[in-house]
């Protein structure tokens, strides 16, 4: 009897070891954020790499996009200072934006299709109008380009908003302070 619930006992401590173990990799390489979005798919944008990652509930990478962000480093903190958010935002609009036009203040007058086919709102307090979309201008992906938006290519926004739903948490990751603490 008494080597029968040793045994055991090694089964149960072996079998707790594994899972912990099985546990400990099953978190992905964006796990820290998992929690904080709930048991759901999130998105996190990292604005020094410039990609945007579509992760699973646990943080694994499910998809990644080039992306641009803002022209100026830093927290946006009012509007017109060309910056974009950072921390945990919400989708809260899947905005059809095919042919809404955009005058980006460069002496060409208002662009059509200036937001690609989708704008995905966020929630971003005190500002209405921050937002994931597509853009006439492919090759500012992998740049500092936007006015504070997130910036894919027309292609990557029409699959990432077929990925999304309202209320998928959005974490906008800081810039180093270096770049802009000058």
């Not at 944008?45 to 996009?65: F, R, S």
């Not at 029409?158 to 209320?167: A, I, P, Q, S």
Request: contains cysteine.
């Amino acid at each position: 009897m008494k080597q029968n619930n040793r045994l055991n006992r090694s089964l149960l401590v072996l079998l707790s070891l594994l899972l912990l173990s099985l546990s400990a990799h099953a978190q992905g390489p964006y796990a820290k954020f998992a929690k904080e979005a709930g048991s759901a798919p999130f998105i996190v944008v990292d604005k020094p790499t410039l990609q945007l990652t579509l992760a699973d509930a646990e943080g694994n990478v499910i998809k990644q996009y080039g992306m641009s962000c803002s022209k100026v480093y830093g927290p946006k903190q009012v509007r017109g200072d060309n910056k974009t958010p950072e921390g945990k935002f919400k989708i809260n609009e899947l905005l059809y934006a095919k042919g809404i036009p955009h005058d980006f203040g460069d002496g060409k007058g208002p662009i059509k299709d200036a937001y690609g086919p989708w704008f995905l709102r966020l929630d971003v307090p005190g500002f209405r109008d921050i937002g994931i979309h597509g853009t006439p201008f492919p090759e500012s992906i992998g740049t500092r380009a936007t006015e504070g938006c997130i910036r894919l290519t027309n292609e990557d926004i029409v699959d990432l908003k077929n990925r999304v739903k309202l209320g998928t948490v959005v974490f906008i990751t800081p810039d180093p302070e270096e770049t802009y603490k000058k």
